[in-house]
Each structure stands twice: as C-alpha cells, then as structure tokens.
C-alpha cells in the first residue's frame, strides 16, 4: 500500500468550476510538495508547506496542511485547460531525511473547454 | 532560475545493452536524485547521493548504479538494460532538504 494516497486519481472538469485534491498520509508530514507534471515532462514544483494549518496561494491554486499535519489539499479556482496535467504529492515523511521524499501516485487533471 | 538538464528526451536501447542517463544542476545542490515513473506506480527512488562521491539505495536500485564524480553531475547506469527497464526516469536536485527541483524526463525505451 502507499504510504502516501492521492484522491481522486482522476479528474475531469468544466472549464471555470472549481476542484480540490487530496494528499493523505498515515504518519506525519514534515514538509509537503506539490508539483504539476505535464504528459511526457519533468515536474514543476508549485508549492511547498510545513507546518499544521499552513495555507499558501499562487494565483488561482490554494494549498492547505492540516492541523495535525497528515493531509493536504490542494484547491484550484475557476479552472483552466492550463490548469490540466498530473499534480503529484511529495512527503518527507521521516524527520532529517536528508530531503528524501515520497510521492503520491498522482492525480490527472482533465479541463474541458 | 534554476535549471536542471538530462541528456537525452527519447532513447531507444536493445536488452542487454549498457545505457548511461546524465543530469546536470546548475545550482550547486548537495542532493541530487534519479527515480523511475510507471503508470499506476508513481515515482519511485532508484538512488540519491548528498555529495560528490556518496551514493546511496533508494526503493528500487536493482538493476541500477549511480555514479557522481563532480557536484553537478549524477548519472545513473543501467548495467544490461531489460525490457522491464522501460520507463520514464528524472532526475532531481536539492539544497539539503529544500525543495526538490526536476529535469524534463527521460523517456527510454529497450526493445
């Protein structure tokens, strides 16, 4: 099983509705990434959080860490085909790893215009 | 703006064949890192290394060995390719434990 578990795994939405997906973990998070990956590219790192209740914003894309910081949520507003692609969780799940990451298995973003 | 290269988008090898991926950092990253991506499977550590000359096991590295002589530099060696190898592979680096940025991918194929 994976340690870190994404939902949904796939997303098709109307332009200009919002989406929200999830990152869920069975142990603390002690630094959470967000990367979008475009078919067939590298990854884009989007944001990154660290602390219980953090909340960062970049342009219509919001990212939340729970209190308990197990899970976050990555939020997009109004989407946009520029918003499709593959958003991916990645976790430090150890303390002092060395930034050693695991990630979740991806969520595949579908816009329709 | 930070920048990290892999040598080839696309590569075509026939088993057994000895296949040399390279990645190169321009941000003086101690860390650097390959991993393999497979559908349903997601990201998968092959290995990592936090200096010139360090190297260590990720969750996969059978099959698989590394080397890194200089800071910006990590290449990852498939010493006889098999079919099972196919995938896409990137590479990452970081600053300790910030943030860890991607190459564009590496899509091979051995036929």
């Known amino acids: 099983s994976q340690e870190l578990e994404q939902s949904p795994q796939s997303l098709i939405v109307q332009e200009g509705k919002n989406l929200t997906i999830n990152c869920t973990s069975s142990?603390?998070?002690?630094?959470l990434y967000w990367y979008k990956q475009k078919y067939g590219e590298g990854l884009i790192f989007l944001m990154m959080?660290?602390?219980?209740?953090e909340e960062k914003s970049h342009e219509k894309i919001t990212a939340k860490l729970d209190e308990k910081k197990q899970q976050s949520s990555l939020h997009i507003t109004a989407s946009q085909p520029s918003h499709a692609g593959i958003y991916l969780c990645?976790?430090?799940?150890?303390?002092?790893?060395?930034?050693?990451?695991?990630f979740g298995q991806g969520t595949e973003l579908s816009v329709k215009p | 703006d930070v920048k990290v290269t892999q040598s080839s988008r696309y590569l075509v090898k026939r088993t057994g064949e000895k296949v040399f991926l390279e990645c190169v950092q321009d941000?003086?990253?101690?860390?650097m890192f390959w991993y393999r991506q497979d559908p349903g499977l997601g990201l998968r550590l092959i290995y990592f290394?936090?200096?010139?000359?360090?190297?260590e096991k990720g969750d996969i590295p059978e099959g698989y060995s590394v080397s890194r002589e200089k800071k910006e530099r990590f290449s990852l060696i498939l010493e006889s390719a098999s079919t099972n190898q196919t995938s896409m592979y990137l590479c990452?680096?970081?600053?300790?434990?910030?943030?860890?940025?991607f190459g564009p991918g590496t899509r091979l194929l051995v036929l």
């Open positions: 290394s936090y200096d010139v000359k360090m190297k």
């Open positions: 142990k603390t998070l002690y630094g």
């Open positions: 990645g976790a430090d799940l150890n303390y002092n790893q060395g930034g050693k990451l695991i």
């Open positions: 959080l660290q602390k219980g209740g």
């Open positions: 941000m003086d990253h101690e860390n």
């Open positions: 990452a680096s970081s600053f300790r434990v910030e943030t860890q940025y």
